[in-house]
């Protein structure tokens, strides 16, 4: 595997950043050069302070990576590509001052997903949006994308092939999401054990307006985005990985759910399988029964990144209703900002050189 690209991994060593780190460990195109967490952490090695726990395998991360010292944010980086999985706190600034040094920024962080100039992607449902970041160039030198939130993914993955092919006029979501989507330390077990937590900041917010920008048109350089409203409730389980969705959602034209079930089928979205390391054989998987699918039994499809439909049947107050699955960690946060690296190197849009 000589000559892959260096990446640095800020956030490394959080639930996201140790997940990357993870999938980093073989990847074809990109070597994981350099690791930087919290200034607390700063000087420190990787393995002493990364969330190994959190890896269902334990410690899958090569020694040469667990030595690395780890640098604070704002240090010079001198890999091309940088990976971010920090708190959208920090993310914001830090993230602005890097693309401004000239890096490619691919960020898992909420500060800049909804600014008019970055792209907020899922490569099979709007690569094309990538065209964006030349609006960056009167920003900065470098370029920063962003993926969705973490249940956005998931849903918006699921409505591309029904906005497709009937159009959404309204969408209602509830949401069930695991503990490891609120990073570390995360809600204390007191407060998890036999509960559920009905707020999530930030979380409805984020449903209720990325789906838009996603399922967007580029037009003149400007996104327009999708019409349909989402009312959205968020609710914290005790699940370790995985978020439900229970989508109803209200067609421009009528579909019967063997139709929608046909549309979720087929979709096999807009990059061919065979570019993108991370990308699996089908971003949706159809499953049968009754129960399905289920945090524990679905959530590992297509090594994560497949978002898992079911229990698609009429809705009494809008056209259908469906659930969705979506390993959070996976496709909704390490291996969606991979995929994305992905698509920005196979795009020309070059860590090496920047920009094509
Ligand atoms: P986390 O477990 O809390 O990890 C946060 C990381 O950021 C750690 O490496 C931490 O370093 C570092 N950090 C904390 N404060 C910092 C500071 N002031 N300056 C620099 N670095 C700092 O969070 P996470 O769950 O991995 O989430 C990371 C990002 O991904 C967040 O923006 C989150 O919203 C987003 N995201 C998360 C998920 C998910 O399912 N968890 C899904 C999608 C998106 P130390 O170890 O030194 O504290």
Redesign the pocket.
């Known amino acids: 595997m000589r000559g892959r690209i260096d990446v640095g991994l800020?956030?490394?060593?959080?639930?996201?950043?140790?997940w990357l780190a993870r999938m980093l460990r073989d990847h074809p195109w990109f070597r994981l050069a350099e690791v930087?967490?919290?200034?607390?952490?700063e000087g420190r090695s990787y393995g002493e302070?990364a969330?190994l726990s959190s890896l269902p395998g334990g410690a899958e991360i090569p020694d040469e990576i667990l030595a690395l010292e780890?640098k604070?944010?704002t240090d010079e980086w001198s890999s091309p590509l940088l990976l971010c999985?920090?708190?959208?706190?920090?993310?914001g600034r830090?993230e602005e001052e890097l693309a401004g040094r000239g890096h490619v920024v691919v960020s898992?962080?909420?500060s800049h997903r909804m600014d008019a100039d970055v792209p907020l992607i899922i490569p099979e449902v709007n690569p094309g949006h990538l065209a964006l970041v030349e609006r960056q160039q009167e920003r900065w030198p470098g370029m920063l994308i962003t993926?969705p939130?973490?249940s956005v993914v998931g849903l918006a993955l699921a409505l591309a092939p029904l906005h497709r092919a009937f159009g959404l006029r309204m969408v209602t979501v509830a949401t069930l999401q695991?503990l490891?989507?609120?990073?570390?330390p995360g809600p204390s077990a007191g407060d998890m054990l036999d509960n559920v937590l009905p707020h999530i900041a930030g979380e409805e917010e984020k449903l209720a307006r990325e789906p838009q920008k996603i399922l967007g048109e580029l037009q003149e350089r400007t996104i327009q985005p999708a019409a349909f409203p989402v009312s959205a409730q968020t609710h914290r389980v005790p699940v370790t990985h995985g978020h439900l969705l229970a989508v109803s959602a209200k067609l421009d034209v009528p579909a019967n759910p063997d139709e929608v079930v046909e549309a979720f089928a087929g979709f096999r979205g807009a990059v061919r399988d065979e570019r993108l390391p991370s990308a699996p054989v089908r971003p949706i998987d159809v499953v049968d029964g009754e129960a399905r699918p289920q945090p524990r039994l679905d959530r590992d499809r297509g090594d994560g990144m497949t978002v898992a439909v079911g229990r698609v049947r009429r809705c009494e107050t809008l056209d259908v209703k469906f659930t969705v699955l979506v390993h959070?960690?996976v496709r909704?946060?390490a291996g969606?900002a991979l995929l994305n690296a992905e698509l920005c190197h196979v795009s020309g849009y070059s860590p090496k050189a920047g920009r094509r």
Do not use: F
């Not at 800020?10 to 140790?18: K, Q």
């Not at 930087?36 to 952490?41: F, L, V, Y």
């Not at 999985?85 to 993310?91: H, K, N, T, Y």
């Open positions: 800020l956030g490394a060593t959080g639930i996201v950043g140790t930087g967490a919290s200034p607390a952490s302070v969330a780890l604070a944010p999985a920090l708190p959208s706190r920090e993310a830090v898992n962080a909420a993926n939130n973490c695991a490891s989507g609120a990073g570390r959070n960690l909704g946060a969606a």
